[in-house]
């Protein structure tokens, strides 16, 4: 079963990492859920990232906000794929966090979906591992689908509303 390694730099992440929790599992992704911190709990981070291999881990999504240093702390122990979701924060919405994430040193790659954008970080985990685990194609296939028609509804109820205009 694939792996995925989940760490939230606060409990306080929690919220905006729960519809890619429920993603994962729909996925039927084993989820692995950790608070830590790069600056609170660095031996913690580093014992984790040295380690996540040998537990089966195969992708670590890590979340932080402000100065955002864990998924980057993560990348420097790991040589697995690190997908970085920067969480909005009450200073400069996000922005911050973005630029602490994507811009990492060459030698050093984070992957970097958009503030508070941790379904696309299970999808891109997903897709990483379907590259191993062929039963992750469907799944993915059918997401997309699902995503059209829910697009194509909503073009037929807009239609709807400007009839009625």
């Not at 830590?36 to 996540?52: D, F, G, I, K």
């Amino acid at each position: 079963m694939p792996k995925v390694g989940v760490i939230m730099g606060s409990s306080n992440d929690f919220t905006a990492l729960e519809n890619m929790i429920r993603l994962l599992h729909e996925f039927k992704i084993d989820v692995d859920v950790h608070v830590m911190s790069a600056h609170r709990t660095p031996a913690r981070v580093q014992e984790y990232a040295l380690s996540a291999r040998t537990s089966g881990i195969e992708v670590i999504i890590a979340a932080a906000g402000k100065a955002a240093h864990l998924p980057g702390v993560i990348a420097a122990y790991t040589n697995l794929p690190v997908i970085g979701v920067p969480i909005k924060s009450s200073f400069m919405d996000g922005l911050d966090s973005l630029l602490s994430i994507v811009q990492m040193p060459n030698g050093i790659p984070v992957a970097t979906v958009g503030v508070n954008g941790s379904e696309n970080a299970a999808i891109l985990a997903a897709q990483i591992l379907s590259l191993r685990y062929d039963e992750l194609v469907p799944m993915l296939r059918n997401y997309r689908a699902k995503m059209s028609k829910a697009v194509d509804q909503g073009e037929m109820t807009v239609q709807k509303e400007v009839e009625l205009l």
